[in-house]
């Protein structure tokens, strides 16, 4: 018996053994047509499987279905056949062309182990098996272990899912332990500022008082302010061959220079007091006190104010006047065409007004700078320089405004209106309506100042600089530790040098941080927008970056945004 099961007589062929082991497959040969017979081999070798066609003395009928139990019958269905071999096989057949073709192939199943970048999953890829040797189990784990996959972390339910299955692509099979890095220091604020949100407050019977929009949170000295936590030691990782994978231990995050009014408690030095009493302040990483100034007005007779400090006006500021403070400035009156400066943020109850010849369009002298936040109920004839948001409930009229965030105009209630002048926001513009039906000219514009870029650039100057310096001290510290000479004027400068260290590195830390800050605002108004909730009238300028996109007819709520370098609608 041959491979296929059929018989060979000494000297012949497979097909020719064939045609002798069944004379039904035969057609008769002489001087009519010529007749064919059909007879399979199998090359063990090289898996494939071979058909003959070889001249009969008899013709048989034989059909595709009659051809494909023939190969069934000899054990060959489950091959991978070629596309169209049958017919092709049928053809030649019935056509007595003579000779040897291959018409399938017996192929084992393939099993493909790879492992992620990261090291931590082992996925495994089959494909079918073809009269072949199928996937199983034990397959799947030599092949695992032939990876070297820890045996360990082998997810026994995934190999016995994968060789129940046909074929199965990319199922993890084996899973590692990521590590745990460890957690930077952490502050935690012991003080409730959330009752300072700058926004009118209701009473019990629903009448909402427009002039008390902020109350200042005043503590006494001592009063616990920040609580800090130390960093966390990492916890090791094994990937999935069983190797440790390292992370880093969090790293301990100094407190910024600019806690002022704060000391450590006596008892617990990681919590922070209240050094005198005054108003907390939340900055990134810590807490400051300042010093409030309470007034009940500011014109003429109180002149103007200077303040190291926060200063509360409960109610007008009158025209002429000048109030620079550190902290935040909050009037819960009007101002009118005076001048404020915030070193925080600027909260103006009412509105704030310039000069009638600014409100008309002119020449905007005025101006209230923060280096938080803005937030009035109106403003008109003015210029406004916010260092966050720029808020304002009804109308921005002939401004000149500014504001290193976003400008929101009627988000939470009131028109929304900005007309005239210029609107810059460098990480985007909402607002009702933009523009006019007398089609005033209005300038909105998004994307990044040039002020922003230049901070950068100052800043990492600055890094490049303390870097270099700190190159130094090091340098010259590690000389002075070599030196063997001992000595108090030694152990003195040595303690110097380290001192001078420490306050290179807690400067760099800061510079860090704020290179940062700027870099999270620059990429927040790369994909800065201009949006009108109900209308957009011509005269309206809208730029965003380089792109300047003027409107020439009337629209309704319209988003603005700049894709490949030009302003589209969306």
């Given at each position: ?51 003959s066609v070889v ?140 009752c300072e949100v ?340 011509p005269g309206t ?30």
């Amino acid at each position: 018996m041959a491979q296929d099961g059929s018989t060979d007589d000494a000297g012949s062929s497979p097909a020719a053994a064939g045609a002798e082991q069944d004379p039904a497959w035969a057609d008769e040969v002489g001087e009519g047509p010529a007749h064919a017979a059909l007879s399979l081999s199998f090359d063990e070798d090289s898996n494939v499987l071979y058909a003959s066609v070889v001249p009969a003395d008899e013709s048989a009928l034989l059909d595709l279905d009659g051809l494909r139990q023939l190969i069934d019958a000899h054990g060959f269905g489950d091959f991978h056949f070629q596309p169209d071999a049958l017919e092709g096989l049928m053809r030649r057949l019935n056509g007595a062309e003579y000779g040897d073709v291959a018409i399938a192939t017996r192929v084992d199943a393939g099993i493909t182990v790879s492992v992620s970048a990261d090291g931590l999953t082992a996925l495994l890829t089959t494909s079918p098996a073809w009269g072949g040797v199928p996937v199983t189990e034990g397959r799947i784990r030599e092949a695992l272990a032939a990876e070297e996959i820890s045996e360990e972390l082998i997810i026994s339910r995934a190999v016995a899912e994968a060789a129940g299955q046909r074929e199965v692509k990319d199922l993890v099979v084996a899973r590692g332990v990521p590590p745990e890095p460890g957690i930077d220091s952490r502050t935690e604020l012991l003080v409730d500022l959330e009752c300072e949100v700058s926004r009118p407050r209701e009473d019990e019977h629903g009448n909402v008082d427009h002039y008390s929009v902020r109350e200042f949170l005043v503590v006494e000295a001592g009063t616990p302010l920040l609580r800090k936590y130390p960093p966390t030691r990492a916890v090791a990782g094994r990937d999935v061959y069983g190797k440790a994978i390292s992370a880093p231990d969090g790293k301990d995050i100094p407190y910024p220079k600019d806690m002022t009014g704060v000391r450590a408690a006596g008892d617990d030095p990681e919590v922070m007091v209240a050094d005198y009493k005054g108003h907390p302040v939340a900055i990134p990483g810590g807490i400051r006190v300042d010093k409030t100034l309470p007034l009940d007005f500011v014109d003429l007779r109180t002149g103007n104010i200077h303040f190291d400090g926060s200063v509360l006006v409960a109610n007008d500021v009158a025209a002429g006047v000048t109030i620079i403070a550190s902290g935040d400035i909050t009037v819960k009156g009007t101002v009118e065409n005076a001048f404020l400066e915030a070193g925080g943020d600027l909260v103006v109850g009412r509105g704030i007004t310039g000069s009638e010849v600014a409100m008309n369009g002119g020449q905007r002298e005025v101006m209230l700078e923060a280096g938080g936040s803005i937030h009035a109920a109106f403003a008109s004839g003015v210029r406004l320089r916010a260092g966050q948001d720029l808020v304002v409930k009804e109308y921005l009229n002939h401004c000149d405004s500014y504001a290193a965030g976003q400008v929101l105009v009627g988000q939470s209630g009131g028109h929304g209106v900005i007309v005239g002048g210029t609107c810059h926001g460098c990480q985007g513009i909402a607002a009702r309506v933009i523009g006019s039906h007398a089609n005033v000219r209005t300038r909105v514009k998004v994307g990044v100042h040039e002020e922003l870029r230049r901070s950068q650039r100052e800043a990492l100057d600055e890094r490049r600089a303390l870097k270099d310096r700190l190159e130094q001290l090091n340098t010259m510290l590690a000389s002075m530790q070599e030196d063997h000479v001992d000595g108090d004027g030694r152990d003195n400068l040595i303690e110097k040098v380290s001192r001078t260290i420490q306050d290179f590195e807690r400067r760099t830390a800061e510079v860090n941080g704020c290179i940062d800050a700027i870099a999270e605002r620059i990429a927040s108004s790369e994909a800065a927008a201009v949006v009108s909730d109900q209308r957009v009238f011509p005269g309206t300028l809208v730029e965003i970056g380089d792109a300047v996109l003027p409107l020439r007819s009337e629209s309704p709520g319209t988003r603005f945004v700049c894709r490949a370098g030009e302003i589209q609608t969306a």
